[in-house]
């Protein structure tokens, strides 16, 4: 009888103990991501680059198995290591793509789906077709990505058309695959720009150093204008029409 009790006793705290044992075993399927995306220097074959960040980012990237196959898509060469965290690794590797005439472009941001395109491939019309619309603020927050956007820029002290003129001799102007697109939106106060962030982002830039100077030209033609009329209101003054 004893004997019987020691074993149900054995059977209840095995019982008792196997949960515990099974809760206290790691779960791969809830490890954490990585918190930095690593790059050894050496060569790196580009689909393992891109299945990296897909992975890093917690994205789907699709891609054409035919645009790898060309034999000159060389492996990326690293001199140096890279430690990159998200923001980082994307602005990376994205320019790592551009040197090779590829852009990430977005599909479905909400669900994390984007797509590679080959810039000289037969589906490079739709890069421009699915640019990210953004404030002029967060394109130059993101002044280092290599994905197409679009914003409308204001502007207090040039015309657009004025501004227009003065980008076209520094942005490569192409409504395809790259390049800088300017647009109006329908008056003298605002642009719209369209392209890849950088480009963007250098745009915006310039337009902001144009309308800052306009502005101090400005200021300058109004101080003049008001020290003319305080001479003039001197020269007629009491007295002085006698």
Same mark, same amino acid.
């Given at each position: 009888?004893?004997? @019987?009790?020691?074993?149900?006793?054995?059977?209840?705290?095995?019982?008792?103990?196997?949960? !515990? &044992?099974?809760?206290?075993?790691? !779960?791969?399927?809830?490890? /954490?991501? /990585?918190?930095?995306?690593?790059?050894?220097?050496?060569?790196?074959?580009?689909?393992? *680059?891109?299945?990296?960040?897909? =992975?890093?980012?917690?994205?789907?990237?699709?891609? !054409?198995?035919?645009?790898?196959?060309? /034999?000159?898509?060389?492996?990326?060469?690293?001199? !140096?290591? $890279?430690?990159?965290?998200?923001? %980082?690794?994307?602005?990376? $590797?994205?320019?790592? @793509?551009?040197?090779? =005439?590829?852009?990430?472009? /977005?599909?479905? $941001?909400?669900?994390?789906?984007?797509?590679?395109?080959?810039?000289?491939?037969?589906?490079?019309?739709?890069? +421009?077709?699915?640019?990210?619309?953004?404030? &002029?603020?967060?394109?130059? &927050? =993101?002044?280092? +990505?290599?994905?197409? $956007?679009?914003?409308? *820029?204001?502007?207090?002290?040039?015309?657009? +058309?004025?501004?227009?003129?003065?980008?076209?001799? @520094?942005?490569?102007?192409?409504?395809?695959?790259? %390049?800088?697109?300017?647009?109006?939106?329908? =008056?003298?106060?605002?642009?719209?720009?369209?392209?890849?962030?950088?480009?963007?982002?250098?745009?915006?830039?310039?337009?902001?150093?144009?309308? &800052?100077?306009?502005?101090?030209? *400005?200021?300058?033609?109004?101080?003049?204008?008001?020290?003319?009329?305080?001479?003039?209101?001197?020269?007629?003054?009491?007295?002085?029409?006698?």
């Amino acid at each position: 009888m004893k004997l @019987f009790q020691s074993i149900a006793a054995c059977l209840i705290a095995g019982a008792t103990i196997l949960p !515990n &044992a099974l809760e206290s075993q790691p !779960n791969d399927a809830t490890l /954490p991501t /990585p918190q930095k995306f690593v790059l050894e220097a050496g060569p790196h074959d580009a689909i393992d *680059v891109l299945n990296q960040l897909a =992975n890093f980012l917690q994205r789907n990237i699709l891609w !054409n198995e035919q645009d790898f196959s060309n /034999p000159g898509m060389q492996p990326f060469t690293l001199q !140096n290591r $890279v430690e990159l965290d998200p923001r %980082g690794a994307e602005a990376f $590797v994205g320019q790592l @793509f551009y040197t090779r =005439n590829f852009a990430f472009v /977005p599909l479905d $941001v909400g669900r994390g789906l984007w797509q590679l395109i080959n810039m000289q491939g037969s589906q490079r019309g739709e890069i +421009m077709s699915r640019p990210l619309t953004m404030s &002029a603020e967060k394109v130059l &927050a =993101n002044a280092d +990505m290599y994905y197409p $956007v679009r914003c409308t *820029v204001p502007l207090k002290h040039i015309r657009a +058309m004025t501004a227009t003129t003065t980008l076209r001799p @520094f942005f490569h102007s192409s409504g395809s695959s790259g %390049g800088l697109v300017v647009g109006n939106v329908g =008056n003298e106060d605002a642009l719209l720009l369209q392209g890849f962030a950088n480009q963007v982002a250098g745009a915006i830039e310039l337009l902001r150093s144009i309308d &800052a100077g306009r502005a101090q030209e *400005v200021s300058r033609f109004e101080d003049r204008l008001q020290k003319i009329e305080a001479r003039i209101q001197l020269l007629e003054g009491p007295g002085r029409g006698r």
